[in-house]
């Protein structure tokens, strides 16, 4: 832990190989030696340090003795822990675990190894403490959810383990771990910080590279249904306008749809509408913009966002404000506009699908009238892209002020953080709602398919089309098995 820059691939391989973590002797001698410098500091200098000899926020200029500086780290976690709503779902409390000991680990902090140690001994043995998803402002990092999560280090608040709830000293008991004991500063390094935010935005990222995939799938299996046109997804047309995301997107499609009978046939129109046309250029936005939030996710997560910094080499501390949560607000409410026109276009998509165009039947149901068919799944999609629209207003452009004046100005990351599940969620749901009916959009083509294959001894199916083996061959869409095959 802290030997090397996190990636968004060596995180998924924590979390999904359930691999334990360790600190090397030489982050355990990189946090002590600032632990160290901070100490001598305290002992030589007469002059205030915030939040270390101070009290916190609008309260800076209240000094406080030295035989209190471990009570008032302490006193800060308790008071602070005060996030509300609903449990945040165990992969995020695993993540801020992971991204906070991988902050103190840079050494910069002024933390006692021991914290960070007993963070790891909580990640490894899945001691999750219990934080709820709201009371973050996002500015003096993440202070109300980091408290929760850190509650139970000093023995105080709940936690799961083994999927019971418990008192956390009790499971402290078990493991015959001792609460750690505060030091100087360690309440601030733990709770500025920006983990909270930052956890969300990395599990997010994580469905949006997937989710990004997914949408060009459906996408291509409804175009192909749609009798569409594969010119608008040639190379040169995207060379004309270079973006990465919308290059990448035509390369995608092009491979997928290689060999499509129905692709290459002759056309009878000379352009589709734009939720088929314009694909290159809608998914490949979103694909940009996934992109560059990564990057800025990827610089907070390897960044030092509690406050004051400590600099030993250069005999400095510095109250700054690296727990601002405003890079992150603004990426994240770019996220969501981005992710939530990925389902504005699907939902568009589904409905050129059941109006019953291009030789497809209305509905995309055999007998309209006595059927509804795919009536429904449209009106539940495009619920949900009315949802998601609401949800893209901009978390970041809102700030009240707090801390009698002194945090004047706040980020709402955390709220733009947790509003991106909402928009995932939903953007699942429709894609989900969008391949069926792009499926059921075959039904012309599913009886000469079947039976052809059928014939050839290559597929079994009965009346309700279960198929009972894998099949391939290069007369039919590459799509079309997809669907056999599923």
């Known amino acids: 832990m802290g030997a090397e820059p996190l990636t968004f691939e060596r995180i998924e391989e924590i979390l999904t190989g359930n691999m334990k973590l360790e600190l090397t002797p030489e982050v355990k001698e990189r946090i002590q030696r600032c632990r160290d410098y901070l100490d001598r500091k ?31 780290q302490e006193n800060l976690v308790k008071s602070h822990a005060c996030s509300v709503g609903d449990e945040v779902s165990p992969v995020i409390v695993r993540l801020m675990m992971l991204l906070k000991a991988h902050a103190l680990s840079l050494g910069h902090s002024g933390v006692q190894v021991i914290t960070v140690q007993r963070i790891l001994d909580f990640f490894n043995n899945d001691v999750l403490p219990i934080v709820y998803d709201r009371g973050s402002l996002g500015a003096s990092g993440d202070l109300a959810p980091l408290a929760n999560l850190f509650l139970p280090l000093i023995g105080v608040g709940d936690v799961y383990y083994k999927g019971k709830k418990r008192e956390a000293i009790s499971v402290l008991d078990e493991f015959a771990w001792k609460p750690v004991r505060l030091m100087s500063k360690e309440g601030l390094a733990l709770l500025n910080g920006t983990q909270f935010m930052s956890a969300n935005g990395v599990f997010a990222l994580m469905r949006a590279f997937a989710v990004s995939k997914r949408a060009d799938l459906i996408a291509a299996l409804s175009l192909e249904a749609f009798d569409g046109r594969i010119d608008p997804f040639m190379d040169c047309i995207q060379q004309m306008r270079p973006h990465p995301g919308q290059i990448e997107t035509g390369d995608a499609f092009r491979r997928i749809l290689e060999g499509s009978e129905l692709i290459s046939r002759k056309k009878e129109h000379v352009q589709d509408p734009y939720s088929f046309r314009c694909i ?207």
């Not at 940009?288 to 907070?300: K, M, N, P, Q």
């Open 280 to 486: 290159p250029q809608v998914h490949g936005a979103t694909k940009d913009a996934i992109r560059y939030v990564s990057g800025v996710l990827l610089t907070e997560i390897n960044s030092v966002t509690d406050n004051p910094t400590i600099f030993p080499d250069e005999d400095k501390i510095i109250s700054g404000g690296n727990f601002h949560g405003q890079p992150l607000a603004i990426s994240y409410d770019f996220l969501a506009i981005a992710l939530a026109e990925l389902g504005n276009i699907s939902e568009r998509r589904v409905a050129q699908l059941i109006m019953g165009l291009r030789g497809l039947p209305e509905f995309l149901v055999a007998n309209p009238g006595l059927n509804s068919g795919f009536m429904i799944p449209q009106y539940a999609a495009a619920s949900m892209v009315s949802q998601n629209k609401m949800y893209c207003y901009a978390a970041s452009s809102d700030s009240i002020v707090s801390s009698n004046g002194q945090e004047d100005h706040v980020s709402m990351g955390a709220n733009a953080a947790t509003k991106l599940f909402k928009i995932m969620d939903n953007l699942d749901h429709i894609l989900a709602r969008y391949r069926v009916p792009s499926s059921g959009a075959y039904f012309p083509y599913l009886g000469e398919i079947l039976e052809s294959l059928s014939q050839r001894g290559s597929l079994h199916w009965r009346r309700h089309h279960h198929v009972s083996r894998n099949t391939s061959d290069g007369r039919f869409p590459k799509t079309v098995y997809f669907i056999i095959r599923r």
């Open 42 to 72: 305290i002992e030589t200098q007469s002059e205030p340090l915030y939040g270390i000899t101070t009290g916190f926020g609008s309260l800076c200029n209240k000094n406080i003795s030295p035989d209190e500086l471990s009570t008032l």
